[in-house]
């Protein structure tokens, strides 16, 4: 890193640390009401709440991130939650959900290029290197099987949509797993935690519309949908601040 780049970083640090929590208060307010709005199946208010939602959180990261907006890093997640929030603005219509569920194959593919920024440079891998990882990824391949499995039936022609979409999910998943030691544990733990909950939202979407709906998948899915990007945003801001 050179001394304009570290002064840059140096500069986030500083207004990362209490400054601009006013957008993270409208997060969870929007969050929460939100959350009201489908205990009262509301839909048409929620197209009021929902977009705020990721807009609080975008407008969150534009601003702690301005010292170093013009690094590829910060530009990737910032498309992350734009492709994110304008997901969140086409699944209001059951209609748009194809395109809903590009914008979201976007937001991980940008969440991906992001994580593998956010990290220390991986050495040479070793022999056993490929094997290691399928062993430490195999719970996260198991439990998007077990979904696919269910859902695939009643996939009819979305069939390549959504095949296409489990597996850049997948691959955001494994690739938050694989900061583990490359970053410091709190943005490793934060990430990793956001993107297994952003894995289970959209497990509980998928279970809900194409194998069997209950009355609390609305609830679960925003509640773990908010969380998970919460905290990814929380997670690369930790690695931007560095250890206390």
């Given at each position: 890193?050179?001394?304009?780049?570290?002064?840059?970083?140096?500069?986030?640090?500083?207004?990362?640390?209490?400054?601009?929590?006013?957008?993270?208060?409208?997060?969870?307010?929007?969050?929460?009401?939100?959350?009201?709005?489908?205990?009262?199946?509301?839909?048409?208010?929620?197209?009021?709440?929902?977009?705020?939602?990721?807009?609080?959180?975008?407008?969150?990261?534009?601003?702690?991130?301005?010292?170093?907006?013009?690094?590829?890093?910060?530009?990737?997640?910032?498309?992350?939650?734009?492709?994110?929030?304008?997901?969140?603005?086409?699944?209001?219509?059951?209609?748009?959900?194809?395109?809903?569920?590009?914008?979201?194959?976007?937001?991980?593919?940008?969440?991906i290029i992001g994580f593998r920024l956010a990290q220390e440079p991986e050495g040479r891998p070793d022999s056993w290197?490929?094997?290691?990882?399928?062993?430490?990824?195999?719970?996260?391949?198991?439990?998007?099987?077990?979904?696919?499995?269910?859902?695939?039936?009643?996939?009819?022609?979305?069939?390549?949509?959504?095949?296409?979409?489990?597996?850049?999910?997948?691959?955001?998943?494994?690739?938050?797993?694989?900061?583990?030691?490359?970053?410091?544990?709190?943005?490793?733990?934060?990430?990793?935690?956001?993107?297994?909950?952003?894995?289970?939202?959209?497990?509980?979407?998928?279970?809900?519309?194409?194998?069997?709906?209950?009355?609390?998948?609305?609830?679960?899915?925003?509640?773990?949908?908010?969380?998970?990007?919460?905290?990814?945003?929380?997670?690369?801001?930790?690695?931007?601040?560095?250890?206390?």
């Amino acid at each position: 890193m050179n001394l304009v780049e570290l002064s840059h970083f140096n500069q986030a640090r500083t207004l990362m640390r209490d400054k601009n929590i006013v957008w993270l208060y409208l997060f969870l307010l929007a969050t929460l009401v939100d959350i009201y709005f489908i205990l009262e199946q509301n839909e048409a208010l929620r197209s009021y709440s929902k977009p705020v939602i990721l807009a609080a959180l975008l407008g969150y990261f534009y601003f702690i991130s301005a010292p170093i907006a013009k690094t590829i890093l910060a530009k990737t997640i910032l498309a992350a939650l734009f492709f994110s929030w304008l997901g969140d603005i086409l699944l209001l219509w059951s209609e748009l959900f194809i395109y809903g569920l590009g914008a979201f194959l976007m937001a991980h593919v940008c969440y991906i290029i992001g994580f593998r920024l956010a990290q220390e440079p991986e050495g040479r891998p070793d022999s056993w290197h490929f094997i290691r990882l399928f062993t430490y990824n195999l719970p996260i391949y198991l439990v998007a099987g077990w979904i696919f499995y269910f859902i695939y039936p009643n996939l009819g022609g979305l069939k390549i949509p959504v095949i296409a979409y489990l597996l850049v999910i997948i691959g955001m998943v494994t690739t938050a797993r694989a900061r583990f030691k490359k970053t410091n544990p709190a943005s490793f733990w934060q990430v990793f935690i956001g993107a297994l909950l952003f894995l289970c939202s959209d497990g509980i979407l998928a279970m809900a519309r194409f194998y069997s709906d209950f009355p609390e998948a609305g609830i679960l899915i925003m509640g773990t949908y908010a969380s998970a990007q919460l905290l990814l945003v929380m997670g690369i801001r930790s690695y931007l601040v560095g250890p206390k």
